[in-house]
């Protein structure tokens, strides 16, 4: 079966308009200057700056006295209240689902903010699965994070699995360099942008999320990504490591950090994913087809990703797999992630 993989930020979610939207109900509800909008949304970076730099920044400028956890607080509300997925997003993902596609969210970021956008959006029901950077401790444009979002659809990352994958993504260091070293083809949300990175580019391009789905329904046959940097076979694994090396050099030029970067992502350390006890408390929205949900550790639950394939390969296994987590003698064991059912909507 056919798997499409989706960036969630700016890809299944207009976050860029909801940040706008935070940005205009902060300034009014403190009786600011409505112009400084254009000011707010440059800080923003589309969500790459982090957010201790635009919330020190936005204190200063006003001469706030609420402490940074506070800001953050209100920020991740009210961004929170804004976010949805578009009606024609919601049509084109159950368009792929009838004509046959397994479908997956891959994400770089914080857990919770990232699964409470997919529980709040009713985005989970709609998919087979989904993996969040810091949860699995890898990140786009790592290969493997592609290969742990394969396992957690249901799709094994084995065989020619690579030649049936599409990638659909906004940010180009990320989404579509990652394809790229994957060996996926890719769809590039241009958003009205130029194409500006000279070392890959996406199989095709399109204006928004619909046209882009429609344009996989329509190119099964599309051509793959070059075979020399396909990953698993020997010159792929040869090539990983400097075109990893280049890609976070393009991502510091176009203003993305390097690492874990995504829209409002958090790099709190160390999230390991939850056993069938932890599923059954939370929200079946935003359970991944294996059963698991992010449970946030004391520690973390691995170091990065090696080349070796055989690891690798161990690696996708055990993070694709449940994995049950004990509170301590004491009780103060690892703080769970849960999030409850999204309730009904009102009639």
């Excluded at 009205?192 to 990175?197: H, I, S």
């Excluded at 970067?261 to 294996?290: E, I, L, M, Y």
């Excluded at 394939?309 to 296994?317: F, K, Y």
Aim: with cysteine; aromatic share 6%.
């Amino acid at each position: 079966m056919p798997l499409l993989l989706f960036d969630l930020d700016n890809t299944l979610l207009p976050r860029d308009a909801a940040f706008r939207a935070w940005a205009q109900d902060f300034l009014s509800e403190r009786e600011l200057p409505p112009g400084d909008l254009d000011w707010f949304v440059t800080l923003d970076g589309g969500g790459y700056v982090p957010r201790s730099t635009v919330l020190s920044a936005v204190r200063r400028r006003y001469g706030l006295d609420a402490s940074a956890e506070f800001l953050l607080a209100h920020y991740r509300r009210g961004i929170n209240s804004h976010i949805h997925c578009p009606t024609g997003h919601v049509d084109a993902l159950r368009a792929a689902r009838a004509a046959g596609w397994t479908l997956g969210i891959v994400s770089n970021g914080g857990t919770r903010p990232q699964l409470e956008k997919i529980r709040r959006t009713g985005l989970g029901p709609l998919v087979d699965g989904w993996v969040i950077s810091e949860e699995a401790d890898c990140v786009k444009p790592d290969p493997l994070i592609f290969e742990i979002a394969a396992q957690r659809c249901g799709v094994a990352p084995t065989g020619n699995w690579a030649a049936h994958t599409w990638m659909v993504g906004d940010h180009a260091p990320a989404d579509i360099a990652g394809a790229e070293l994957a060996g996926l083809r890719s769809v590039w949300l241009h958003h009205g942008r130029p194409w500006a990175e000279p070392g890959y580019r996406p199989t095709l391009k399109a204006a928004g999320l619909p046209e882009a789905v429609g344009q996989v329904l329509a190119a099964r046959n599309a051509p793959s990504p070059r075979p020399g940097i396909r990953a698993g076979g020997p010159v792929g694994r040869r090539s990983i490591g400097a075109s990893v090396r280049a890609t976070a050099l393009l991502s510091a030029r176009s203003g993305a950090r390097p690492t874990a970067a995504a829209p409002d992502g958090s790099f709190a350390p160390a999230v390991v994913t939850a056993g069938a006890a932890g599923a059954a408390a939370a929200g079946s929205d935003v359970r991944n087809r294996t059963g698991e949900l992010a449970v946030v550790a004391d520690g973390r639950s691995g170091g990065p990703a090696g080349t070796d394939p055989g690891a690798n390969a161990r690696r996708v296994a055990a993070l694709a797999r449940p994995t049950p987590v004990r509170a301590t003698a004491d009780g103060t064991g690892p703080a769970r992630t849960t999030f409850a059912a999204a309730p009904a909507a009102a009639p």
